[in-house]
């Protein structure tokens, strides 16, 4: 460091940092490093502390007030500075990194190959305990590579100590079996050799050995591509690309992401998931869960809806929605023993059950719900999630469970509620546009009930039809289209 660095004001040192890639140590008025931060720009980062802006940042306004030097050191690479910064952190623990210590992790790739059957997983935390940890990742979502790695060589992730003893064998697959991420060693589909030879691959695969693998891939996409199997190709494709990332991080060549994610989508899935088994005392992880909801705005067109989600994830194909037949008027708990009574009755029929149910609501929907399952003999487990303090209601006596706002269960059961509202609102709202526009029609002499569908089933909004709509109209007289330009 220089005589004329350590001479200049803090304000001077500011404006004096080079826009290059380091690290920089704040320190306080007894020279102690308070904080170590890394950046691609120290200049940009540094400033940025001092901001207006940056007072509304409860870690930064209670760190700039402590400030009273700054030290910086620059390096070649973003890669260098990550490994410095955690040098120096590990050196000097800054009190302020230990404050702040979640905001700063990035993540690893664990196998444990001292496992007979090793099982890859992320994780944040490198332990003795003689596995093999790939990292520090900090490009993209590290879920993203575990993805690909287990759709092309199928290791487990689960958290089973295998071999299972023959009393404990597994019954049923787990959903990476089901999607073909894994060769289900628990249930004994793979021997002991043949896995140890796809994790061999995969640590290839992690190491970046670039040449013979590239090699192999290049080759397998080429037969894909002849063999008109177009998916292998693509997935033969982002090996190969991921495989050149990781070569060019463990080269120290690849820049960071500035907004690499604290926890991939996968891992927040997984820990509501298994969360959501813990916290309910489920027997199976709920891995199909399904939402009803009721929407009966206006005490007019009202609808039920039902939408599944699998392994976290909304499954479209399994979105059903229900017009009220057997309710007059505001009544919602009857509204939802109708729906809740035709979805698993024919879900019962064809043996199609989730492993969770969600109502919207609170003890009363829990309730009504409840009845028309027990009718149904369905010993599916059942919930509902009120609104205003988001209070889960698991059975009919029991106090409601709050979970913390930032619970990864919450979060999901507040998406699996959220998206049966958004749901039951929309076809709730297509009703309602079809009878209004139905109602206008009526009132047009000269249009009957057959004419009236025919019409209804070619347009959507029949209050801002256009002469070119109007005359595109097919099956429909003349005499009818002028009386439809006539009434606009």
């Known amino acids: 460091m220089s005589v004329k660095w350590l001479l200049m004001s803090l304000t001077e040192k500011i404006k004096n940092i080079p826009e290059k890639s380091g690290v920089y140590l704040m320190k306080d008025t007894e020279n102690r490093i308070i904080y170590v931060g890394k950046s691609a720009n120290l200049k940009e980062r540094v400033k940025s502390y001092f901001l207006e802006k940056s007072r509304y940042d409860r870690k930064v306004a209670a760190l700039v007030p402590k400030i009273f030097d700054i030290e910086i050191i620059t390096t070649k690479t973003e890669m260098e500075a990550l490994i410095l910064e955690s040098k120096l952190i590990k050196k000097y623990h800054p009190k302020y990194n230990v404050l702040f210590k979640d905001d700063k992790t990035y993540p690893y790739i664990k196998l444990s190959v001292n496992e007979d059957f090793p099982r890859i997983t992320l994780t944040r935390r490198v332990l003795p305990d003689n596995a093999k940890y790939f990292g520090p990742y900090v490009f993209g979502s590290v879920g993203n590579i575990i993805k690909v790695i287990q759709k092309s060589y199928k290791l487990r992730s689960c958290k089973l100590n295998l071999p299972l003893p023959a009393d404990k064998k597994q019954q049923r697959a787990c959903l990476k079996e089901e999607i073909n991420f894994c060769t289900a060693p628990c249930l004994g589909k793979i021997s002991k050799e043949e896995y140890a030879r796809q994790v061999k691959q995969v640590i290839a695969f992690l190491n ?27 997935l033969l494709r982002d090996q190969k690309e991921l495989a050149q990332l990781i070569a060019a991080q463990n080269a120290g060549k690849v820049e960071m992401s500035l907004d690499a994610r604290e926890d991939s989508r996968d891992t927040q899935i997984e820990k509501a998931l ?57 009544d919602d708990t009857g509204m939802m023993k109708e729906v809740v009574g035709r979805k698993y009755k ?82 709730h709202k297509s009703l309602r546009d079809k009878t209004t526009a139905a109602s206008k029609l009526d009132s047009i002499k000269g249009i009957g009930e057959r004419t009236k569908k025919l019409i209804l089933s070619q347009i959507k909004d029949i209050s801002n039809l256009s002469d070119i709509e109007i005359d595109a109209l097919a099956g429909v007289t003349r005499n009818i289209k002028a009386k439809l330009k006539g009434a606009k």
């Open 274 to 330: 298994t969360d959501l088994q813990s916290l309910l005392s489920l027997k199976t992880v709920p891995l199909t869960i399904e939402g009803v909801d009721i929407s009966n705005i206006s005490g007019t067109n009202a609808v039920g809806s039902v939408v599944r989600f699998f392994n976290g994830e909304p499954d479209k194909n399994g979105y059903r929605k229900f017009k009220i037949k057997t309710v007059l008027g505001p």
């Open 208 to 234: 970046g050995k670039q040449a013979e693998l590239e090699n192999k891939l290049d080759t397998k996409m080429k037969k894909a591509s002849e063999n008109l199997d177009y998916e292998a190709a693509a």
């Open 346 to 427: 024919r879900a019962l029929e064809e043996k199609k059950l989730p492993d969770l149910i969600l109502v919207d609501g609170g003890r009363g929907q829990l309730n009504a719900a409840k009845e028309v399952l027990n009718a149904l003999k369905i010993e599916v487990p059942l919930i509902s999630l009120a609104k205003r303090e988001e209070e889960v209601y698991f059975d009919l006596t029991s106090a409601p469970l709050r979970l913390k706002k930032d619970s990864a269960a919450l979060h999901l059961l507040q998406h699996v509620r959220d998206e049966a509202h958004r749901f039951a609102v929309s076809y």
